[in-house]
């Protein structure tokens, strides 16, 4: 039998869509209500009343076209994965635009058992066979009310941000040497001057939190070592940035500059603060570790170039 490919007719069909688990189903309503995603967004392949694939896109609200797709399952053969891509993607990804990149949450351990191992493998290879490829894999990190935060080490000091440039400016310093997939990509289409400036305009100014919020850190003399943006981002309070300038990398700085950070949200009582960071970035890891965070998810990246 040959399937339906169709988006859903509206928030009466999210049972429907929300057929197939993921952990993004409970917020789907939600997202719906505050325009962050739309119906024609949200797409099934229907054989009979069975649904053997879906496929969700999210923006920030109010957005023209969607910013992510977030949502992919496949609960029958790949091919149902390929042809409901194949279909969604045409209707929702303006002709002629790339389509916007695919994240999917992962279990950590999502390799080590064939069971969780096989449904992420049929999603990457539908993916692959529209044209999308592996940009990068992620750790999720969760800090947890009541875990011990590191004291700062008293070597830096601590104050709000003067003004966009002065941040932008660090940040600019920062992407030098990064190991971060998305800064190294930036670079190879911008300098780092106008990626700094587009993360600040299309993602740091965007925050609703208080922007007081956000820390410069510097040396004794004043002189600036790196930052931390500690944010909400509408479903949690969020580490959004943090880094270190090259020429203070490798002395630990970045252990104060997140403890600083992370001690801001806790003392507003928040249950849970949320980061990530690339696997490959190894020196943000430990930090994120040794900070308090552990691993409660892995994330999936994939892009069409
Ligand atoms: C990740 C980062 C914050 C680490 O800051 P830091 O204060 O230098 O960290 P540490 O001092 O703990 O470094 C630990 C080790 O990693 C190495 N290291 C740190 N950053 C590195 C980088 N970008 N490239 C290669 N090695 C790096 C250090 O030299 C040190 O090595 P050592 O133990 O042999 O001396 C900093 O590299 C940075 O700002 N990177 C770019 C922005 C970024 O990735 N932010 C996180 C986004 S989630």
Same mark, same amino acid.
């Given at each position: 039998?040959?399937?339906?490919?169709? @988006?859903?007719?509206?928030?009466?069909?999210?049972?429907?869509?929300?057929?197939?688990?993921?952990?993004?189903?409970?917020?789907?309503?939600?997202?719906?209500?505050?325009?962050?995603?739309?119906?024609?967004?949200?797409?099934?392949?229907?054989?009979?009343?069975?649904?053997?694939?879906?496929?969700?896109?999210?923006?920030?609200?109010?957005?023209?076209?969607?910013?992510?797709m977030? =949502?992919f399952?496949?609960?029958?053969?790949?091919?149902?994965?390929?042809?409901?891509?194949?279909?969604?993607?045409?209707?929702?990804?303006?002709?002629?635009?790339? @389509?916007?990149e695919y994240g999917r949450?992962?279990?950590?351990?999502?390799?080590?058992?064939?069971?969780?191992?096989?449904?992420?493998?049929?999603?990457?290879?539908?993916l692959?066979?529209?044209?999308a490829?592996?940009?990068?894999?992620?750790?999720?990190?969760?800090?947890?009310?009541?875990?011990?935060?590191?004291? @700062?080490?008293?070597?830096?000091?601590?104050?709000?941000?003067?003004?966009?440039?002065?941040? =932008?400016?660090?940040?600019?310093?920062?992407?030098?040497?990064?190991?971060?997939?998305?800064?190294?990509?930036?670079?190879?289409?911008?300098?780092?001057?106008?990626?700094?400036?587009?993360?600040?305009?299309?993602?740091?100014?965007?925050?609703?939190?208080?922007?007081?919020?956000?820390? =410069?850190?510097?040396? @004794?003399?004043?002189?600036?070592?790196?930052?931390?943006?500690?944010?909400?981002?509408?479903?949690?309070? *969020?580490?959004?940035?943090?880094?270190?300038?090259?020429?203070?990398?490798?002395?630990?700085?970045?252990?104060?500059?997140?403890?600083?950070?992370?001690?801001?949200?806790?003392?507003?009582?928040?249950?849970? *603060?949320?980061?990530?960071?690339?696997?490959?970035?190894?020196?943000?890891?430990?930090?994120?570790?040794?900070?308090?965070?552990?691993?409660?998810?892995?994330?999936?990246?994939m =892009?069409?170039?």
């Amino acid at each position: 039998m040959t399937s339906t490919l169709r @988006p859903i007719s509206g928030p009466d069909e999210l049972d429907l869509f929300n057929r197939l688990p993921y952990v993004l189903n409970d917020e789907i309503a939600a997202d719906l209500a505050a325009g962050r995603r739309r119906p024609e967004w949200l797409w099934l392949a229907l054989r009979g009343d069975r649904v053997v694939a879906r496929a969700g896109w999210w923006s920030r609200a109010g957005d023209q076209h969607p910013l992510l797709m977030d =949502i992919f399952d496949i609960d029958g053969d790949v091919d149902d994965g390929v042809r409901l891509l194949t279909t969604a993607l045409a209707a929702v990804v303006p002709s002629g635009a790339t @389509p916007p990149e695919y994240g999917r949450f992962l279990p950590p351990d999502w390799r080590d058992h064939r069971r969780t191992r096989q449904p992420v493998e049929d999603r990457m290879e539908a993916l692959h066979r529209v044209g999308a490829k592996l940009f990068v894999e992620r750790l999720r990190l969760e800090w947890r009310r009541g875990t011990p935060i590191p004291a @700062p080490g008293g070597r830096l000091a601590f104050r709000p941000v003067r003004d966009p440039d002065e941040l =932008i400016a660090l940040m600019t310093l920062v992407l030098d040497g990064t190991l971060d997939a998305h800064g190294r990509d930036d670079l190879t289409r911008m300098t780092a001057e106008q990626a700094a400036r587009e993360q600040y305009r299309q993602e740091l100014a965007r925050y609703a939190s208080p922007h007081e919020w956000w820390r =410069i850190a510097t040396l @004794p003399d004043g002189e600036p070592v790196g930052f931390v943006i500690p944010a909400h981002n509408g479903y949690n309070p *969020i580490i959004a940035y943090v880094g270190v300038v090259p020429a203070h990398r490798g002395r630990g700085y970045i252990h104060d500059v997140l403890a600083a950070g992370t001690s801001l949200l806790a003392a507003q009582g928040v249950p849970r *603060i949320r980061a990530a960071t690339d696997v490959g970035n190894v020196p943000m890891a430990a930090a994120f570790a040794r900070a308090g965070y552990s691993t409660f998810e892995r994330q999936i990246e994939m =892009i069409w170039q």
